[in-house]
């Protein structure tokens, strides 16, 4: 994954860190409210795991996960896509949550990538 630009590995990065700011919040306020926070937390988890895994292909960071984790967050990223793509589509042409689901699904197609780089098909 070393032929990608260093733009798009930044705002990939970023992406995820808004993304994970995001759900943190979303998280925090179901918990609250008592709602079940089963499924965000998953989702919370694969995002850190995808961004842990782009910043150690590109930074050289170190990640604590192992295969079975890497293979359950590329297979949380995967289920991600279908609504980003979908969200993407209904968006306006030039409009700043247009840039910004372009951006989210760019980052979710890397993180597989890097995910599969690192570990093979994670078969576990």
Not at 23 to 50: D, F, P, S, V, Y
Not at 96 to 105: A, K, N, S, V, W
């Amino acid at each position: 994954m070393g032929d990608i630009p260093e733009t798009v590995r930044t705002e990939s990065i970023q992406s995820f860190q808004s993304t994970i700011r995001k759900m943190e919040k979303g998280w925090a306020q179901m918990k609250e409210k008592g709602a079940n926070t089963t499924l965000i937390g998953k989702r919370l988890h694969a995002m850190r795991i995808g961004l842990a895994v782009l910043e150690s292909t590109w930074n050289r960071q170190p990640y604590p996960y192992g295969k079975e984790a890497l293979s359950k967050a590329r297979d949380v990223h995967r289920g991600l896509i279908p609504s980003v793509e979908k969200a993407y589509a209904n968006s306006k042409t030039g409009s700043p949550q247009r840039t910004l689901l372009e951006r989210r699904l760019k980052s979710l197609e890397l993180a597989i990538k890097a995910i599969d780089e690192q570990c093979g098909e994670c078969d576990v």
